[in-house]
Structures are given as structure tokens and as C-alpha cells.
């Protein structure tokens, strides 16, 4: 069971709230991975960071936007990037 206790910090002028209960998002990339190995049936992949990397930051980054209300400025903020290498990787993506 986790716990959802919540110890508020703050970062830069927006609230970051820190829980304890982190695995969920842990959960689901591992539970993912099992079933794409399952789907291989024996056939070594490719690419399998670049893969993971791709199906993770795409919809990070539009959740991000989503959240700042398309304020690049502080998604990367939020992000702990640069805002050079948020518009670099919006790009890659084909995110607006």
C-alpha cells in the first residue's frame, strides 16, 4: 500500500509537491515493457531505449504544456530544462 502523504517544498516560484507515492508511473513503464517482450515472442528488439524515450517524453511534454497553459517558459521550468531543449524536443515531436 502507498502512502499518499504529501510534504509540500518549493521550487523557483512554483510549488512542487512531493509524495511518497511514486510507483505507479515506475508500474506502468515496467508493466508495458512486459507485454512488449511477451509480443516479441523470442525476437531480440531494437532500439529499446530509443523506444522507451519516444512513448515516455511525447506525452510528457504535451501533459507539461497542457498544465502551463502552452507557457514554454515555465514548462521548462518545471521540467528542470532548459527552455532551448524544451523548443528543441517540442520539434521532434511535431508538438505545438
Known sequence: ???THASPSIS??????KTQKTE???EAVRDALDRYFEQLDGTAP?????LVMQQVEQPLFE???GFTGGN???AATLLGI???TLR?????YEIE
Not at 528543441?88 to 521532434?92: H, I, S, Y
Open 72 to 74: 514554454q517558459s515555465k
Open 63 to 65: 501533459a507539461i504544456l
Open 82 to 84: 532548459s527552455r532551448s
Open 12 to 17: 523557483g516560484s512554483y510549488a512542487v509537491v
Open 46 to 50: 531494437n532500439d529499446l531505449y530509443q
Open 1 to 3: 500500500m502507498h502512502s
Open 24 to 26: 505507479p508511473l515506475r
Open 88 to 92: 528543441k524536443k517540442l520539434a521532434q
